[in-house]
């Protein structure tokens, strides 16, 4: 059993990454730490977990955990991952785990010093939904891949939110539009060459609050927009010559809708729906980072892949400054 510490009491973390880690095979809480010693008490005795610390450098030092879950501000994500990394622990850190494509140096270099397993907490790639699609189009089921459309929306203006915070890296384009970006790459195996985009800025918060991308992977074109002040939404079409995936609830999972898949053939005569009842991402990225952490096989994400990812977004912005092309 790997054993996780949890840094932090941050709302993902208390709903849906800690009791996926409580309900997987091969891992358990052990321990929360919070700078304040009485909410970390009160959520480990929510969890069952038997130890409580009042700072994150003391649950760090302890031999309580053999792995830490960084759920902190994105803004905290490098410094806190390189220091558990430091510490000997293994990380799974909240995507996105750093702000720009080069700081990710950093991590990959306390990684491969300290010996441990260090991956962003991308729970998509980890959903039989996502395995499902980059089957799907492997066998070539939609024919040749020319287009893929997506969107990924949600409305919170709310000041004291993180991500509407810049200092605590908040925006659009680090907390969603990383997920359109990823399973893209995920499930077709390829990288985009250059970007065209469009951003707009909250003029209050100053945060990144829309974009509208079309990312050019050769082959095929990536096109979506993102935003954190319209109607939720959340789709992804996956557009070929010889038919089309759409996935359904994408993201968050069962929260925009059903975790289901529907394949049309070419000339729309024919429909096959893939339904997940409860697919159980997070219990799978749990399970899936345990055994690789544990001396397993399983396929996680790698910080190089997060590197890939993050450059996408890097691109975006630097897109956003421009007309025409950005190259990735």
Not at 105 to 121: F, G, H, P, T, Y
Not at 140 to 163: C, S
Not at 223 to 243: C, E, N, P, W
Not at 246 to 267: C, H, M, W
């Amino acid at each position: 059993m790997l054993r996780f510490g949890i840094i932090s009491t941050a709302r993902i973390g208390r709903e849906l990454v800690v009791p996926a880690i409580q309900d997987a095979e091969n891992c358990v809480v052990t321990a929360i730490a919070s700078r304040n010693l009485d909410s970390a008490r009160a959520m480990a005795d929510r969890f069952g977990a038997p130890h409580a610390f009042g700072s994150y450098e003391e649950m760090l030092a302890s031999d309580k955990i053999d792995a830490v879950y960084i759920p902190l501000p994105t803004s905290q994500h490098v410094e806190w991952t390189i220091k558990a990394a430091d510490a000997g622990k293994h990380v799974l850190c909240e995507k996105p785990i750093a702000l720009k494509a080069d700081d990710i140096d950093q991590l990959i270099a306390a990684r491969d010093r300290n010996k441990v397993l260090v991956s962003e907490a991308y729970m998509v790639t980890y959903s039989p939904v996502w395995r499902k699609v980059r089957e799907l189009l492997a066998d070539g089921a939609i024919g040749k891949l020319r287009f893929v459309q997506g969107a990924f929306t949600y409305f919170n203006r709310d000041p004291g939110n993180m991500r509407n915070i810049p200092a605590l890296g908040g925006g659009g384009l680090p907390d969603i539009g990383v997920y359109p970006t990823i399973t893209t790459r995920f499930t077709t195996g390829k990288e985009p060459l250059r970007i065209q985009a469009n951003t707009d800025r909250d003029p209050e918060f100053g945060t990144d609050i829309f974009s509208s991308v079309r990312a050019d992977f050769g082959d095929f074109e990536l096109s979506f927009y993102i935003s954190t002040q319209l109607a939720a939404r959340q789709i992804m079409v996956f557009h070929g010559d010889k038919g089309f995936i759409e996935v359904k609830s994408p993201f968050n999972a069962d929260r925009y809708g059903a975790e289901e898949i529907e394949l049309t053939n070419q000339n729309h005569s024919q429909s096959q729906h893939f339904r997940y009842q409860d697919c159980r991402q997070y219990r799978l990225e749990a399970e899936a980072f345990a055994r690789a952490a544990l001396g397993g096989e399983a396929e996680v994400v790698t910080l190089e892949n997060s590197k890939l990812n993050q450059k996408v977004i890097d691109a975006i912005y630097r897109a956003s400054e421009k007309d025409g092309w950005e190259t990735v």
